[in-house]
């Protein structure tokens, strides 16, 4: 039983090509995140939807979309990968309130050749 | 802006006990929490304390937050080789954000 799962968990491609990572939770949480873990393990919040609602959006280039089509799914498209977009990408989900913690997904590593 | 403050390493023998230390900025901060991440997996909560808090305990692990100092710790009592992880200590307040820290290695030597 995966609560966060993340689709694919490895992805190898060429710098300039378009990809996708999907997300799912079957927690029934209500909020959806999309984190990227750098080399340094530094963890960086990208976006986070709230109902299908985009409520942060951190400074990320634009070549970066996330779409939730339900409160369950939020997935992030990457246009013309570059190298520094080279990382571990995780998603998370949380119920609304103070105290609900984030669970998290076991990531996607995206390596650009 | 809100910023989060680890030691980025932290060895010590099994069976001895660990401390991991935080410092974070924002006084608006309402939860605190504790998180693992082993290799190639993602971050694990493990506990996490509200603002008005002064303690949590469970089983092996004791948080203490210093809400004056803005100074939160964690624990690890009796440490095993399987500790061996990266702890990252992260803040939330008003809102949805959550900001981590950069994370604390814990080598633990048999």
């Known amino acids: 039983d995966t609560a966060v799962s993340q689709t694919p968990k490895y992805l190898v491609t060429q710098m300039g090509n378009d990809k996708s990572i999907k997300c799912e939770q079957n927690?029934?949480?209500?909020?959806m995140y999309w984190y990227k873990q750098d080399s340094k393990k530094f963890l960086k919040i990208m976006f986070s939807y709230n109902n299908k609602e985009l409520i942060i959006n951190e400074t990320v280039p634009n070549r970066f979309s996330p779409k939730s089509p339900d409160k369950a799914h939020l997935n992030l498209h990457i246009n013309s990968l570059e190298l520094g977009d080279s990382a571990v990408y995780f998603c998370a989900s949380s119920q609304e309130g103070g105290n609900q913690p984030q669970h998290f997904g076991d990531g996607t590593r995206l390596s650009i050749l | 802006g809100e910023d989060v403050e680890q030691s980025l390493f932290l060895s010590v023998r099994e069976g001895d006990s660990s401390v991991i230390n935080c410092t974070y900025t924002d006084s608006s901060s309402t939860y605190l929490y504790w998180y693992k991440q082993e290799p190639g997996a993602g971050l694990q909560l493990l506990t996490y304390?509200?603002?008005?808090?002064d303690m949590k305990q469970d089983q092996r692990l004791t948080v203490l937050l210093n809400k004056k100092d803005k100074h939160l710790s964690l624990r690890i009592a009796d440490t095993q080789t399987g500790d061996s992880a990266i702890y990252f200590c992260?803040?939330?307040?008003?809102?949805?954000?959550?900001?981590f820290g950069a994370g604390t290695r814990l080598f633990v030597k048999a």
């Open positions: 992260a803040e939330r307040s008003m809102g949805f954000k959550t900001i």
């Open positions: 927690l029934g949480h209500d909020t």
């Open positions: 304390i509200f603002s008005n808090m």
